[in-house]
């Protein structure tokens, strides 16, 4: 099994930033892309960035120059560091890993999800 905790989220100004993290555990033999999702009231998840095993970015444009995407494999953490945050960035975030697993299956996990407001 593989669970993801994320952590970081809270309430912020207009303009602010944060800083979510989300640590994978279990039996990971490989972690290969991790992403962030999140989902606002009244609408789908999007997928907002996502990352490579060796550490290339994606992003949605909706966030290109405001976030940053990261990742520490050795501690299979992943990281969004969030800039100059707006009120449509108000969601549960949701942290995705696709792991290869000890067992040798693979499947995509998800994280409970942290709330991020943006709120003035």
């Known amino acids: 099994q593989v669970q993801l905790v994320e952590s970081g989220g809270g309430v912020v100004q207009p303009g602010g930033s944060l800083r979510l993290s989300c640590a994978a555990s279990?039996?990971?033999?490989?972690?290969?892309?991790m992403a962030w999702y999140r989902q606002a009231p009244g609408k789908q998840r999007e997928l907002v960035a996502s990352?490579?095993?060796?550490?290339?970015?994606n992003y949605a444009d909706s966030v290109k120059g405001r976030f940053t995407i990261s990742r520490d494999n050795a501690k299979n953490t992943v990281y969004l560091q969030m800039n100059s945050l707006k009120l449509e960035d108000t969601a549960v975030y949701y942290c995705?890993?696709?792991?290869?697993?000890?067992?040798?299956?693979?499947?995509?996990?998800w994280g409970q999800g942290t709330q991020v407001t943006v709120s003035s």
């Open positions: 279990g039996s990971i033999l490989v972690n290969l892309a």
């Open positions: 995705n890993a696709d792991v290869l697993t000890r067992a040798a299956t693979r499947g995509a996990y």
């Open positions: 990352i490579t095993n060796g550490g290339s970015p």
